[in-house]
T-cell receptor, first 116, second 114 residues
Framework: AQTVTQSQPEMSVQEAETVTLSCTYD???????LFWYKQPPSRQMILVIR??????QNATENRFSVNFQKAAKSFSLKISDSQLGDAAMYFC?????????????FGTGTRLTVIP | NAGVMQNPRHLVRRRGQEARLRCSPM?????VYWYRQLPEEGLKFMVY????????ESGMPKERFSAEFPKEGPSILRIQQVVRGDSAAYFC????????????FGQGTRLTVV
């Protein structure tokens, strides 16, 4: 079974600084997708960034980037130039690369606080 | 194009009552997923439906929970005889096809059982 582990229940960062959120996962499959979702107090799940396992290049979306280490089954999220609006719960998620099996497996989340 | 719409946003039920949660997927999306988020936890997959079919219900509790996605109208997650432990946020996500990488989430329904 796929499991996703986020070992940091809470993190904090000074505004404009950089923070890295950790995620590890367990799978026996070679092809899959990994995601980071942001959940602000509104509860809306917002996709932050996505990584295909077959791609060696780390995904980047503006101030958000990932460090994908396939052999180590690690998928960390780096937020650069942190802003107050980045404060939220962040969830790492895994999805198999298989038609009809695209439900997501989520970690328990990391609560990010941004200090002005 | 409106996003995934869930209603109600908040639902309070007494123990033993029935809860009905609705999800209207994005226009053109015929695949719906339901997730449950217990307090301070991540989302857990419950069920995956296409129009008029349940494809994967491996995450659904065996009793009291059911889901449907009729040919017309929203997807419904029904919880019969609710108990305190059913209190959670229930999220719906939709996608246009099973091969689509990204699913789009609604804002969830927070169910409180008193």
């Amino acid at each position: 079974a796929q499991t996703v582990t986020q070992s940091q229940p809470e993190m904090s960062v000074q505004e404009a600084e950089t923070v890295t959120l950790s995620c590890t996962y367990d799978t026996s499959e070679s092809d899959y997708y990994l995601f980071w979702y942001k959940q602000p107090p509104s509860r809306q799940m917002i996709l932050v960034i996505r990584q295909e396992a077959y791609k060696q290049q780390n995904a980047t979306e503006n101030r958000f980037s990932v460090n994908f280490q396939k052999a180590a089954k690690s998928f960390s999220l780096k937020i650069s130039d942190s802003q107050l609006g980045d404060a939220a719960m962040y969830f790492c998620a895994y999805r198999r690369d298989q038609t009809g099996a695209n439900n997501l497996f989520f970690g328990t989340g990391t609560r990010l606080t941004v200090i002005p | 194009n409106a996003g995934v719409m869930q209603n109600p946003r908040h639902l309070v039920r007494r123990r033993g009552q029935e809860a009905r949660l609705r999800c209207s997927p994005m226009k053109g999306h015929s695949h719906v997923y339901w997730y449950r988020q217990l307090p301070e936890e991540g989302l857990k997959f419950m069920v995956y439906l296409q129009k008029e079919n349940i494809i994967d219900e491996s995450g659904m509790p065996k009793e009291r929970f059911s889901a449907e996605f009729p040919k017309e109208g929203p997807s419904i997650l029904r919880i019969q005889q609710v108990v305190r432990g059913d209190s959670a946020a229930y999220f719906c996500a939709s996608s246009p096809s099973p091969s689509t990488t990204e699913a789009f989430f609604g804002q969830g329904t927070r169910l409180t059982v008193v």
